[in-house]
């Protein structure tokens, strides 16, 4: 018997595609994209499109797994909650509540993962986390300046004159936008890449502007400092922008020359920006998550935003400066207190040094949901030693991973094809439920299930109580039910969130306390960001590891094999020939790696994939200091100097 079913994906991606599964005696055969789905259009990122090969793989988790004599040995699904319950009780008794940090990272981004919070806050509150990995340095900019982040209708950029793609790589990170930039590019729009990394997809746009890593800031003030110049800024901006004349004089701090010598771009660069931005309004800037990613990611993010403030492209069809989209605008989270209940918090980027240097109480316990940070995090090594040294570590996954491989306890999760939930998206307003298409191996739970086994353990059956479905249709009730809109329709993949208008800011009025867009006044951040200091003495390379399409952080669509290959510029490989060996240093530790040289590159730059798997030697992580970025407690993870030495080296 051969079924069509449908589902959404859970995963770590703006895009939350709606998947159409070929289901037959039993098992997934084939995955494609939803023809009829106004983001989907069809076709699956490569990754989805190959997610069967980890669906059916070896590193599938069926059984719990309980450390015993060193080793990790299958156990009953009782006898691993009883023994968890049993330790979680006896941690929280002893040391208090704060002696336990769940983490709950964005492996999963279904909304019903939010209830694992739900369950440690009232059997706590317990620790949790604060920043943000991925997004902290542009979350905080975004409502610094604005008061929200949120976007106009990903479709509005049909009414754009021009789009300027500022760190996106749209290939890789948002694939399901190259239609709609082609239709708008239709239309007689232009399409504008600034990225100091040449990514396979910029030759589909009119222009590609290629900065110096971190240079930015500088690019975005030579373009205010233009805007100011050439009296291209919105006569009306003075009515909605407060410190307009303090940017102005932040911008003109420097020449449009000086700030684009700091840049590493031409003049003419700037100035082209610049009308784009005022004679060729409507213009829509699209930041990339990147961006962010640096000790200077929030200001440099505050900047773009200024730009689109002062030029009068905020809440104007075919405008806007958007990094997120409203994910959980939709759904009533309120009854979780989050960071506003918990007695203390761990940040995320620098999880391996405060883990362990937490004291009064030292964190005993570690619950795990929905990541992998022994990968994901900076500093793995310092990550990895933090969780293996815990008195009790628990990871909650589908799969085998380095983090799950250090726990004192594993517990097998559902995957995307198996979860019963609901998700919103960060790429675009639709919202899609997550349905199974298949059922999940005997002796699999999804977290739901597993805390409601846990709170049976621990007195709070009453509080978990509910199926996915109840639970899915509270979570709507505030703002979907309120307009009439049902689970079933969610289901049917069709409904934009009706809280985000189709142009965010068309009447001018922000969300911040006064109702005027925060335009920045200053940069407290390290000279380089400003500058375009040189790197430390014997590192000349900044090290970026970024995703690709075939590799998301730790879900890669196959296991990688070989060494781990590092893109340069062929005059920046220390000697070392295309595809031969080296060793890639940071101020951290080294890798061996392969080396593949690449003309177009800077040649400040070494680039490779993000993420990975330790125990493969592929987790550049572990070179990759913990820094936080400038506001927003993000990760500053794109400022990581490194060298490559000649491996083996000559005799």
């Given at each position: 018997?051969?079924?069509?079913?449908t589902?959404?994906?859970?995963?770590?991606?703006?895009d939350?595609?709606?998947?159409v599964?070929?289901?037959?005696?039993?098992?997934?055969v084939?995955?494609?994209?939803?023809?009829?789905?106004?983001?989907?259009?069809?076709?699956?990122?490569?990754?989805?499109?190959?997610?069967?090969?980890?669906?059916y793989?070896?590193?599938?988790?069926?059984?719990?797994?309980?450390?015993?004599?060193g080793?990790?040995?299958?156990v009953?699904?009782?006898?691993?909650l009883?023994?968890?319950?049993?330790?979680?009780?006896a941690?929280?008794?002893?040391?208090?509540?704060?002696?336990?940090?769940?983490?709950?990272?964005?492996?999963?981004?279904?909304?019903?993962?939010?209830?694992?919070?739900y369950?440690?806050?009232?059997?706590?509150p317990?620790?949790?986390?604060?920043g943000?990995i991925c997004?902290?340095?542009?979350?905080?900019?975004?409502?610094?300046d604005?008061?929200?982040?949120?976007?106009n209708d990903?479709h509005?950029?049909?009414?754009?004159?021009?789009?300027?793609l500022?760190?996106?790589?749209?290939?890789?990170?948002?694939?399901?936008?190259?239609?709609?930039l082609?239709?708008?590019?239709?239309?007689?729009?232009?399409?504008?890449?600034?990225d100091?990394?040449?990514?396979?997809?910029?030759?589909?746009?009119?222009?590609f502007?290629?900065?110096?890593?971190g240079?930015?800031?500088?690019?975005?003030?030579?373009?205010?400092?233009?805007?100011i110049?050439?009296?291209?800024?919105?006569?009306?901006?003075?009515?909605?922008?407060?410190?307009?004349?303090?940017?102005?004089?932040?911008?003109?701090s420097?020449?449009?020359?000086?700030?684009?010598?700091?840049?590493?771009?031409?003049?003419?660069?700037?100035?082209?920006?610049?009308?784009?931005?005022?004679?060729?309004?409507?213009t829509?800037?699209?930041?990339?998550?990147?961006?962010?990613r640096?000790?200077?990611?929030?200001v440099?993010?505050?900047?773009?935003d200024?730009?689109g403030?002062?030029?009068?492209?905020?809440?104007?069809?075919?405008?806007?400066?958007?990094?997120?989209y409203?994910r959980?605008?939709?759904?009533?989270?309120?009854?979780?207190?989050?960071?506003?209940?918990?007695?203390?918090?761990?940040?995320?980027?620098?999880?391996?040094?405060e883990?362990?240097?937490?004291?009064?109480?030292?964190?005993?316990a570690?619950w795990?949901?929905?990541?992998?940070?022994?990968v994901?995090?900076?500093?793995?090594?310092?990550?990895?030693?933090?969780?293996?040294?815990r008195?009790?570590?628990v990871?909650?996954?589908?799969?085998f991973t380095d983090?799950?491989?250090?726990?004192?306890c594993?517990l097998?999760?559902?995957?995307?094809?198996?979860?019963?939930?609901?998700?919103?998206?960060?790429?675009?307003?639709?919202i899609?439920e997550?349905?199974?298409?298949?059922?999940?191996?005997?002796?699999?739970k999804?977290?739901?299930?597993?805390?409601?086994?846990?709170a049976?353990?621990?007195g709070?059956?009453?509080?978990?109580?509910?199926?996915?479905?109840?639970?899915?249709?509270?979570?709507?009730?505030?703002t979907?039910?309120?307009?009439?809109?049902?689970?079933?329709?969610?289901a049917?993949g069709?409904?934009?969130?009706?809280?985000?208008?189709?142009?965010?800011?068309a009447?001018?009025?922000?969300?911040?306390?006064?109702?005027?867009?925060?335009?920045?006044?200053?940069?407290?951040v390290?000279?380089?960001?400003?500058?375009?200091?040189?790197?430390?003495?014997?590192?000349?390379?900044?090290?970026?590891?970024?995703?690709?399409?075939?590799?998301?952080?730790?879900?890669w669509?196959r296991?990688?094999?070989g060494l781990?290959?590092?893109?340069?510029?062929?005059?920046?490989?220390?000697?070392?020939s295309?595809?031969?060996?080296?060793?890639?240093?940071?101020?951290?530790?080294?890798?061996?790696?392969?080396?593949k040289?690449?003309?177009?590159?800077?040649?400040?730059?070494?680039?490779?994939?993000?993420?990975?798997?330790?125990?493969?030697?592929?987790?550049?992580?572990?070179?990759?200091a913990?820094?936080?970025?400038?506001?927003?407690?993000?990760?500053?993870?794109?400022?990581?100097p490194v060298?490559?030495?000649?491996f083996?080296p000559?005799?």
């Amino acid at each position: 018997m051969i079924e069509k079913r449908t589902t959404t994906c859970n995963r770590d991606c703006p895009d939350a595609c709606r998947i159409v599964a070929t289901w037959e005696d039993g098992k997934v055969v084939q995955l494609e994209g939803d023809r009829d789905h106004a983001i989907t259009r069809g076709f699956l990122c490569y990754r989805t499109s190959h997610f069967l090969r980890l669906q059916y793989g070896s590193e599938r988790l069926t059984r719990p797994l309980l450390r015993i004599n060193g080793d990790l040995r299958e156990v009953s699904w009782e006898h691993a909650l009883d023994f968890l319950a049993e330790r979680l009780v006896a941690i929280r008794a002893e040391s208090g509540p704060a002696a336990i940090f769940h983490y709950r990272s964005g492996g999963s981004l279904g909304l019903l993962t939010h209830l694992t919070d739900y369950f440690f806050e009232r059997f706590g509150p317990v620790t949790v986390k604060r920043g943000d990995i991925c997004s902290g340095a542009g979350d905080a900019a975004q409502v610094t300046d604005f008061g929200i982040e949120d976007s106009n209708d990903i479709h509005d950029l049909l009414n754009a004159r021009n789009i300027i793609l500022w760190g996106k790589n749209v290939s890789v990170s948002s694939p399901h936008l190259l239609p709609i930039l082609k239709e708008a590019k239709g239309r007689g729009a232009s399409v504008v890449q600034i990225d100091p990394v040449r990514h396979r997809s910029a030759g589909l746009y009119d222009r590609f502007i290629q900065p110096r890593p971190g240079g930015d800031f500088a690019l975005a003030m030579a373009v205010a400092n233009i805007l100011i110049d050439r009296g291209w800024v919105d006569p009306a901006a003075q009515t909605y922008c407060d410190n307009l004349r303090e940017f102005g004089d932040l911008a003109q701090s420097h020449t449009a020359h000086d700030w684009c010598r700091r840049a590493d771009v031409d003049f003419s660069t700037a100035e082209d920006l610049a009308r784009r931005l005022g004679p060729g309004r409507p213009t829509a800037i699209l930041v990339g998550w990147g961006l962010g990613r640096r000790l200077g990611g929030g200001v440099t993010i505050r900047a773009l935003d200024a730009l689109g403030a002062i030029s009068g492209n905020l809440g104007v069809p075919g405008g806007g400066v958007s990094f997120y989209y409203k994910r959980r605008g939709a759904f009533d989270l309120s009854f979780i207190k989050g960071l506003q209940a918990a007695p203390r918090s761990i940040c995320e980027p620098l999880f391996g040094h405060e883990v362990m240097s937490a004291e009064n109480p030292p964190i005993r316990a570690l619950w795990i949901t929905a990541g992998n940070p022994a990968v994901m995090l900076p500093d793995a090594g310092r990550v990895a030693e933090a969780i293996r040294s815990r008195e009790l570590s628990v990871v909650v996954d589908p799969f085998f991973t380095d983090t799950a491989k250090l726990a004192t306890c594993v517990l097998p999760t559902t995957t995307l094809l198996e979860a019963d939930d609901i998700v919103g998206a960060y790429g675009h307003h639709m919202i899609g439920e997550a349905r199974p298409v298949v059922a999940p191996p005997p002796g699999v739970k999804s977290d739901l299930e597993i805390m409601q086994a846990m709170a049976e353990r621990v007195g709070l059956g009453d509080v978990m109580s509910g199926d996915a479905r109840e639970w899915k249709k509270r979570l709507i009730a505030p703002t979907l039910g309120r307009v009439g809109i049902t689970l079933e329709e969610v289901a049917e993949g069709s409904v934009r969130n009706p809280a985000s208008p189709k142009v965010l800011f068309a009447d001018r009025r922000f969300a911040t306390t006064n109702g005027r867009v925060n335009l920045v006044v200053r940069a407290d951040v390290p000279d380089a960001v400003v500058n375009g200091a040189a790197e430390p003495s014997g590192y000349p390379l900044q090290l970026m590891a970024l995703s690709t399409e075939r590799s998301q952080s730790s879900q890669w669509s196959r296991k990688p094999e070989g060494l781990p290959e590092i893109s340069v510029h062929p005059d920046s490989a220390a000697g070392v020939s295309d595809g031969g060996t080296a060793r890639l240093v940071s101020r951290l530790g080294a890798l061996v790696v392969r080396v593949k040289h690449d003309p177009n590159q800077r040649r400040d730059l070494a680039i490779g994939a993000k993420g990975g798997h330790q125990q493969d030697g592929h987790c550049l992580n572990l070179l990759i200091a913990a820094q936080t970025t400038d506001i927003g407690e993000g990760g500053a993870l794109y400022d990581e100097p490194v060298r490559l030495d000649p491996f083996p080296p000559p005799v």
